[in-house]
């Protein structure tokens, strides 16, 4: 009978040759690494948890107090941030760095530049879908 440890050696080896396999498909290698994370993940719900010296027992304290925690989280961080958005960003920059300068680039350039892309991705934060500019790329 194999011992828990040699199993688990198994397992990693498994899962190591497997990344070395993909290391140059990044598709697969990351679907590799979520099915370890969820492999190793443990959704199960804390039993007790302390809070501010108070020990919770109760199913439902726990999960109100994991609650309270993660709606607070955000509130937390603005009000940070509130107190920060008096500096001026600007002074994070150097003089040296403040400079931008573009190369002009042709439509050709630009063809080559966007027809590899993938329609299926979803968009970047300006929302605009892959499909929709490589339909108006002869326009940019």
Known sequence: M?????????????????????????????????????????????????????????????????NHHFVSVGQNLAGQNEQNSNDDPLKHISQEESSISFTPVDCNYVRKAVQPLKNGKAPGPDKIPIMLIKDVTDLL
Do not use: C
Request: net charge positive.
């Open 2 to 66: 194999l011992s828990r440890k040699k199993i688990k050696f198994a397992i990693q080896s498994y899962y190591h040759g497997l990344i070395n396999e993909h290391q140059h498909n990044p598709k697969k290698m990351w679907q590799t690494i979520k099915r370890v994370l969820e492999r190793s993940s443990n959704s199960a719900i804390p039993t007790s948890l302390t809070v501010e010296g108070k020990r919770l027992i109760r199913e439902r304290d726990v999960l109100q107090a994991l």
